[in-house]
């Protein structure tokens, strides 16, 4: 699995970003929203159970991911058709304000390497990625247990002061001076 330091992998898919038939598909690429942070979080499988309680909670927070200048995406395995049918049919995902990555051929799956190895669907996994697409924030959760947005919010903002921010650190507190 790739993991800080490492760049972020090139990639272009086919995009979920509205539930407008006419709107609905986007094509989206690593050099998109350039000069950006970008959050990628990546889930099992469309139409499950913890899946949408997570890109829920992520789109209840997009607002404050964008006032620090990040961009996030949702993605899987699953068809940008399949991401589309979810959106119209789950009342939680209906105006997500942000692209739901169709992984179908598994490529960027792959070169993160995040590809389980029992179910073959993207692992449950969160990446930070700064500016200039370097990965600063690797988090992979069981299949079956759900991740805390709130916690990537934190991380991001720990991320972009730039400074040692101790445990449990929150924007606006102290960071660290080393002696």
Known sequence: MLGV???????????????????????????????????????????TFVCPTEIAAFAKLNNEFQDRDTQLFGGSTDSEYVHLAWRENHPDLTNLPFPMLADVKRELCTALGILDPVEGVAQRATFVVDPDNVIRFVSVNDLSVGRNPSEVLRVVDALQTDELCPCNWQKGE??????
Not at 5 to 20: A, E, I, N
Not at 22 to 44: H, R
Not at 174 to 179: G, K
């Open 5 to 47: 330091g490492h760049k972020f992998p090139r990639f272009s898919l086919l995009s979920t970003v509205s539930t407008d038939k006419k709107a609905a598909f986007k094509q989206i690429t690593d050099q998109d929203y350039s000069g950006k942070w970008k959050v990628y979080f990546f889930w099992p499988k469309d139409f």
């Open 174 to 179: 102290e960071t660290l001076t080393a002696a």
